[in-house]
């Protein structure tokens, strides 16, 4: 296992303890330790300079006073810059001013985002909500029936295109699903549409139209925490391929150090609505950038 960034920086500041003021030196070496620990925990590049630049910039200024020793002051900011990076405070959903609320959900196949769709609806369900969840996948065979499956455990109502009628065409469902919504009262759809294991053109247009024939209030990017920096790359492609409102990550229970995390958020400038961290539907909750921050400082 790798040492975690607190680990690294308590070593590394264990020798500034008796110091009233950080020198350059003290400093080089701290930056030189967080950078280890965050290309360790699979931050992408520039992403950590950024990041280093920041820190550096405030640990130079500050004056070790009060309370806190040099040591403890860097944990400090190293601690409100990755907050900061994550986004600060909780985003919440947006909802439309005149309901259904539609939130579709992008993503690579195998992301998550048929499980996501479940707990999504779960949770809202949970607060009073009356969701509905969407099929519009119709590319992956079964995908239809695993949402109308999660849709029964989650315990919410499911459109989907009538069996026999052929694949159908997901623009076409999504468009009557708006109507359904409004017809039986749902305050809210959720609309899970089809994702390859790449980027894919095709995909992505055929996401990109669906967005634009129901409104989508809400497009989140759901990506799998696990892929570390790959999932910079992906989620360049959905920003400039679909555009998407906000970012689920997901498989949180796998990735123990978070760096995708602040990878996606800082290079798309999107924010992280969500946190889905295991197979059930319960496992999930809404994403906090100072849990994040911690679970990566260790
Ligand atoms: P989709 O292709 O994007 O719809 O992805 P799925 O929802 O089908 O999920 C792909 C696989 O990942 C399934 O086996 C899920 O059970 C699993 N999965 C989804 N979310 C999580 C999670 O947060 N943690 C873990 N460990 N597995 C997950």
Do not use: Y
């Not at 498989?251 to 760096?259: E, F, I, S, T, V």
């Amino acid at each position: 296992m790798f040492d975690t960034l607190s680990d690294r920086l308590t070593s590394v500041l264990q020798n500034l303890r008796g110091k009233g003021r950080l020198s350059d030196t003290d400093i080089d070496a701290t930056a030189r330790e967080i950078r280890i620990a965050l290309l360790e925990a699979d931050v992408a590049l520039p992403v950590v300079r950024t990041f280093i630049a920041r820190v550096k910039d405030r640990a130079k200024g500050a004056e070790v006073s009060g309370a806190l020793n040099p040591a403890q002051q860097v944990v400090k900011i190293v601690n409100e810059e990755l907050v900061a990076i994550l986004g600060g405070e909780t985003r919440r959903l947006t909802f439309a001013k005149t309901p259904p609320t539609v939130i579709m959900l992008a993503g690579l196949q195998g992301a998550g985002k048929t499980t996501l769709a479940g707990k999504l609806a779960r949770w809202l369900k949970g607060q009073g909500h009356a969701p509905m969840l969407v099929a519009c996948d119709l590319q992956r065979p079964n995908a239809v029936t695993q949402l109308q499956v999660v849709a029964e455990r989650a315990g919410v109502a499911v459109f989907a295109p009538e069996p026999g009628n052929g694949v159908g065409d997901p623009v076409d469902v999504a468009r009557r699903s708006i109507d359904a919504a409004r017809r039986d009262q749902h305050d809210i759809v959720v609309v899970d549409t089809a994702g390859r294991l790449g980027v894919d053109e095709e995909l992505m247009r055929q996401a990109a139209d669906i967005k634009a024939a129901i409104g989508a209030d809400e497009v989140l990017f759901v990506v799998d925490a696990m892929i570390g920096q790959d999932a910079v790359s992906t989620a360049e492609a959905f920003r400039d391929g679909v555009g998407f409102t906000g970012v689920v990550l997901t498989k949180l229970d796998g990735d123990a150090r978070g760096g995708a995390a602040l990878s996606v958020r800082e290079v798309t400038g999107a924010p992280i609505l969500f946190a889905s961290n295991g197979e059930k539907l319960e496992d999930f909750d809404a994403f906090h950038p100072d849990r994040m921050a911690s679970r990566i400082l260790g």
